[in-house]
């Protein structure tokens, strides 16, 4: 089995920063494209940035310039870096990985629990 465990969201005010960090364990052979994602109530689950193991990254249009996603390969490990934080920011953030499973080797998309970001005017 993989776990990807979140951690760093919380309460912060419109115009501050949070770190998320989302660390990936258990039966791995390799991680590959890593990203998080957001829901906030009553909507869907939506992209806001993916990170491959070369390190090129994508993001959403709503999120450009203001978040940075980043991974240490040694440690399976990916962040997310919230900057200029608004209240539409305001969702659970999951984390999410493309991983190849030392069982079987066979690729899998594993998820995170989610991690609360609440964000106030």
């Known amino acids: 089995q993989v776990q990807l465990v979140e951690s760093g969201g919380g309460l912060v005010q419109a115009g501050g920063s949070l770190r998320l960090s989302c660390a990936a364990s258990g039966k791995i052979f390799r991680v590959n494209a890593m990203g998080w994602y957001r829901q906030a109530p009553g909507n869907q689950r939506d992209l806001v940035a993916t990170i491959s193991t070369g390190d090129s990254t994508e993001y959403a249009d709503s999120v450009k310039g203001r978040f940075t996603i980043s991974r240490e390969n040694a440690r399976n490990m990916v962040y997310l870096q919230m900057n200029s934080l608004t209240p539409e920011d305001t969702a659970v953030y999951y984390c999410?990985?493309?991983?190849?499973?030392?069982?079987?080797?066979?690729?899998?998309?594993?998820w995170g629990l989610g991690s609360q970001v609440t964000v106030s005017s």
């Open positions: 999410n990985a493309d991983v190849l499973d030392l069982t079987d080797l066979n690729r899998k998309t594993y």
